[in-house]
């Protein structure tokens, strides 16, 4: 039998689903924006400032960027795909094996290891002692490496991991070790595939973290041809703000009015495109995952 809901209850239902759609339109105003001011021109931006709706729309944002650097841009999104990919892979195995190891309560001194990890959240040798290591002693001066490495384990992410595993019973564990499998087949075999939800929230954390990373790039690389999406595009809006404030001549730019203001947007819109389609698919886990820890019985 159905239960007739009173009606203070459907006042609240109505309140609640208003107030989540008013707290959508206020997170979808700033995204619109974005891409209206991408199509708009830089001379009505200057004019009128930002608007919902494209004003005198153009696409000369886009074809001053691609027109001008389209083999580079795809060469860099290149880059940040197997950046991305390898890292956050490699993340992943090192993180969830890390955490698993310290979620094993008969792990001698796993307590210690443990704070030596979280140790590192709030202290650090310095920016100049880390570029030294890695550059004289690691070699990852001008390779595709130093974006990968530097980033592959999140100590955060390590304890959000170990919460996981804390959380499956260890009859099962047991049970695997009673018919002679080894850590590492438990780990394998029994731990990985009953935490899809961790490794995908976990892992789309990481995805995030490589695909957004330009300060690497920044620190280590030189050669064009190993810059990522991030820092590519980093370049081409530093330069825009160096030549519209006179500090560089424009030189010859043909019939395009040089965008500034524009320009910002567009790189936004380049660079949140294919995690913006990604993030839909894998929202659920992601929110599972946070909610981890959270509930205890």
């Keep these: 039998m159905k239960l007739k809901s009173s009606l203070g209850d459907r006042w609240v239902v109505v309140f609640a689903y208003s107030f989540i759609a008013i707290f959508a339109l206020i997170c979808l105003y700033p995204f619109l924006l974005t891409i209206s001011v991408s199509f708009s021109s830089e001379s009505a931006i200057a004019r009128n400032g930002y608007a919902l709706l494209p004003q005198l729309p153009t696409l000369d944002t886009y074809r001053y960027i691609f027109v001008n650097s389209g083999a580079s841009i795809l060469r860099s999104y290149g880059v940040t795909f197997f950046i991305t990919t390898v890292g956050t892979a490699g993340a992943l195995l090192i993180t969830s094996m ?18 030596i990890s979280n140790f590192t959240i709030i202290f650090s040798a310095g920016l100049i002692p880390w570029y030294m290591v890695s550059v004289n002693y690691y070699g990852l001066k001008n390779t595709i490496w130093a974006m990968i490495l530097p980033a592959m384990l999140n100590v955060w992410n390590m304890f959000l991991m170990r919460t996981y595993f804390t ?131």
């Excluded at 260890?170 to 070790?177: C, V, Y």
């Design 98 to 115: 890390m955490a698993f190891a310290i979620s094993i309560r008969k792990l001698r001194y796993r307590n210690v290891i443990a704070f």
């Design 167 to 297: 959380a499956i019973s260890p009859s099962l564990f047991e049970a695997a070790e009673i018919d002679g499998a080894n850590y590492f087949t438990i780990f394998w075999k029994v731990a990985m595939p009953l935490s899809k939800t961790p490794l995908l929230t976990v892992g789309l954390m990481y995805a995030l973290a490589y695909w957004n990373d330009w300060w690497h790039a920044l620190i280590f690389i030189n050669k064009r041809d190993l810059f990522p999406l991030q820092y590519y595009l980093y370049n081409i809006l530093s330069n825009v703000n160096a030549i519209s404030s006179g500090r560089i001549p424009v030189g010859a730019s043909g019939s395009i009015t040089l965008p500034a203001e524009t320009v910002k947007m567009a790189v936004t819109i380049i660079t949140i495109g294919p995690i913006m389609f990604l993030y839909p698919f894998i929202q659920r886990y992601f929110v599972q995952g946070i909610m981890a820890g959270a509930v205890k019985e």
